[in-house]
């Protein structure tokens, strides 16, 4: 069964940088898409970045292009979301995804994704 287990959220202030883990019980965990999508309260769940199974593609929402960034370490069974200059409206439960990857282009749909970890918080004070 896959798992996913994202950490590193929390509590910061405007301007603040966090990075958040997701961490995934794949095998093999190079065949997967991993995209972090968020949800702000009483809001509907936005993608936010994607990357594809080599870490070779890239795609991040345009409201975070520029001070997010997704990478992945595939020895870790690892996928990061660097976020700096962190805004107030950033504030959300943070999840991430994963999908079989074919290559097919960038997966931005939460119907891409099969797989979901719990979220983790992030709160950003002004």
């Known amino acids: 069964q896959v798992q996913l287990v994202e950490s590193g959220g929390g509590l910061v202030q405007a301007g603040a940088s966090l990075r958040l883990s997701c961490a995934a019980s794949l095998v093999p965990f190079n065949r997967y898409a991993i995209g972090w999508f968020r949800q702000a309260p009483g809001k509907e769940r936005d993608f936010v970045a994607t990357?594809?199974?080599?870490?070779?593609?890239?795609f991040v929402a345009h409201s975070v292009k520029g001070r997010f960034t997704i990478s992945r370490d595939n020895a870790k069974n690892t996928v990061y979301l660097q976020m700096n200059s962190l805004k107030p409206e950033d504030t959300a439960v943070y999840y991430c995804?994963?999908?079989?990857?074919?290559?097919?282009?960038?997966?931005?749909?939460?119907?891409?994704?099969?797989?979901w970890g719990q979220g983790t918080q992030v709160t950003v004070s002004s």
């Open positions: 995804a994963a999908a079989t990857d074919y290559g097919l282009g960038y997966l931005y749909r939460e119907q891409d994704y099969d797989s």
């Open positions: 990357i594809s199974w080599s870490g070779g593609s890239t």
